[in-house]
């Protein structure tokens, strides 16, 4: 009878022992997450659109740029030095075009002496104090000066269009020596975070040689892997509960919404699972993340899909 009822007192302990590492377990704020991935975000490699000496870089690892920061030069002396040529050339090619006005002057003026002597010669012939020859000599010699001023016009107009022609290519010189110069100014194309940053200043860099990686840390995209038994479960739009450790063995919880789903299966990458869950095949999915500045590129996530 007493060794019965030691053995009920010994049964009863052993599954209050059980049952307080259930509890236990079920207390330690750990919680089924449905996915678990790590945190990325879409980096930018910045390289320079120029050769020559880094002069000026005021740029530092975890600086915030916005879109049009300057934040340094590139030396851009022959360059300008090049223009400020090409510009002279121009000025003198064109001071050879001739002025029109002034070399049909002396024919307008003739012209307008025979236009006044014509109306003085019919007035005459009116009064019959000329001949109606004399009126005649005197049209001629107005459609004379006409074809003149035509012929030259149009041969000053040929002469000065041709130093034109040969001034187009020293101009699209200049446009393109601009369009360098405007490369040699370093500036930020977007917004963005500086993750790496790969020259200095008083460097020789070239055309399309990096200068520094950027990338957006305000959103992040936390990508995780779900079994195909999930799939029917997430969509894109969709939004899941995020979380991350807090440091103080919790978890801190925000909301993300699911943007991309990969359309292909793979195997589970080996930072992800355990060896036996990688012979899985489970499907990327993308969440992007409202980054409150605490999530960091590479830190891991797990969220949580609401049926």
Known sequence: ???????????????????????????DGKKPFDATGSFETEETIISAEATG???????????ILYAGQPIGYIDSTQLFLKKKQLEKQVVALLG??????????????????????????????????????QLDDINAQIELLKKQIDAQKSQLKISSDGFSRDAEPLQAQIEQLDDRLLRCKLTSPLNGTVIAKYARANELTADGKPLYKIADLSEM????????????KVKINQKVKVFTDNGNGGYTETEGVITWISSKSEFTPKTIQTKNERANLVYAVKVKVRNEGYLKIGMYGQILIDN
């Open 1 to 27: 009878m007493a060794k019965n009822i030691s053995l009920k007192k010994t049964e009863t302990a052993k599954w209050l022992i059980i049952l307080s590492i259930a509890l236990s377990a079920c207390s």
């Open 53 to 63: 000496v880094i002069r000026q870089f005021d740029i530092e690892e975890g600086q």
């Open 96 to 133: 050879k075009k001739p002025d029109i006005t002034v070399q049909l002057s002396a024919l307008r003026e003739q012209l307008k002496t025979a236009e006044t002597e014509k109306i003085r010669i019919s007035n005459l012939v009116e009064g019959n104090a000329a001949t109606t020859k």
């Open 221 to 232: 995209i936390l990508r995780v892997y779900i079994t195909g038994d999930q799939l029917p």
